[in-house]
């Protein structure tokens, strides 16, 4: 058995998790400690790294000690201490990644520096004994990626995007509506009682024979179409319009990888996941096409510890282990050859 703790700070949550886990058997969440800096930042519009690793700082000592009480362990009792080391922010991943080297090293336990784009894939598995071979969709703010995964560990990557992450074409959208941040669950929102074919926006690459993605054409779009309109455009249509478009593009992109992978699991991971229309319309996809589709559950599909905590669970159990004196990788690609 192992009791492990880890700690997200790559952007604006500073999170803590605990977990318990063997080999064979589903991982227990102890705890799982999020804070949000969301309303911290609204007011500029988007993420300030200065501000961001300031409230890491403040918050990070009191989020230990309530993930200690709420999995009623001790300190000594950890087995391994985690951090995501990359990407993200420099100066926030440096906040995380210190403080669990830091513990590490004073209860001369094991570090292990996690790839944070790694915990969003393997998060649909969180509550199941073990990572199945499947098609994976990873759809943030920062990223969009197609992935084959054969097991934890080993990876193939089969598409992702050439320009802004779906993510990032929501919130940009939701701005250019004069909607709060984070646009994207506002987009979402708002799309619900908007009519999704009243406008025709484009489906970039949507049908091209390669598995990339392209969202900056559709955000494009979008502005033009303001401008056109005038201030007379519908906001809950335009919304539905520009959600149904990138949903278009995400199932219909990753069905014909599933295919070109033949795996029989779809799995989707990241904060966009959280939007129930793309769910939705995955589901119906894979239900069409005989495959099993597996979400992360909707606490760990945003930034958060327990994903972390999760990916370094299954390597701290095949004996990995990372040197306290490793860098952070503010630009870190998940699929590199060594694991590919």
Do not use: W
């Not at 708002?190 to 009243?198: E, I, Q, V, Y």
């Amino acid at each position: 058995m192992a009791l492990l703790m880890a700690i997200e700070s790559s952007c604006d949550e500073t999170a803590i998790a605990i977990l318990r886990g063997v080999p064979g058997s589903a991982a227990e969440v102890l705890a799982s400690e999020i804070s949000s800096q969301i309303d911290l930042h609204r007011e500029h519009g988007g993420v300030v790294p200065e501000l961001a690793s300031r409230n890491h700082s403040l918050r990070l000592r009191g989020l230990v000690e309530k993930a200690l009480f709420d999995a009623k362990v001790t300190m000594a009792d950890i087995d391994a201490f985690a951090a995501t080391t990359g990407p993200g922010l420099a100066s926030s991943l440096l906040i995380g990644s210190t403080a669990a080297k830091g513990m590490a090293c004073a209860l001369g336990k094991p570090f292990l520096g996690i790839n944070h784009l790694e915990g969003h894939l393997l998060s649909p598995f969180i509550d199941r004994t073990a990572v199945p071979p499947h098609l994976a969709l990873i759809v943030s703010g920062g990223h969009t990626l197609l992935l084959d995964v054969e097991a934890a560990g080993r990876y193939r990557k089969l598409g992702g995007t050439r320009d802004d992450a779906a993510g990032e074409a929501f919130d940009k959208v939701g701005k250019m509506l004069d909607l709060p941040y984070p646009g994207g669950p506002e987009i979402e929102k708002a799309a619900r009682s908007g009519n999704p074919r009243a406008f025709d926006f484009p489906r970039s690459m949507l049908h091209d024979p390669h598995l990339d993605f392209s969202f900056s054409g559709l955000k494009t779009a979008v502005l033009y179409t303001l401008q056109r309109e005038k201030g007379r455009v519908s906001v809950p249509d335009l919304a539905a319009s520009f959600q149904q478009a990138v949903l278009d593009i995400l199932v219909g992109k990753t069905l014909r990888a599933a295919e070109i992978s033949r795996h029989r699991i779809v799995a989707i991971s990241g904060g966009v996941s959280l939007n129930q229309a793309l769910r939705d319309a995955l589901q119906s996809a894979c239900d069409k096409a005989g495959l099993e589709f597996v979400t992360a559950p909707r606490d760990f599909c945003a930034d958060n510890a327990a994903m972390i905590a999760f990916a370094a669970l299954l390597r701290h159990l095949a004996g990995e282990s990372s040197p306290l004196d490793g860098d952070i990788h503010p630009n870190l690609p998940l699929v590199e050859p060594a694991i590919v």
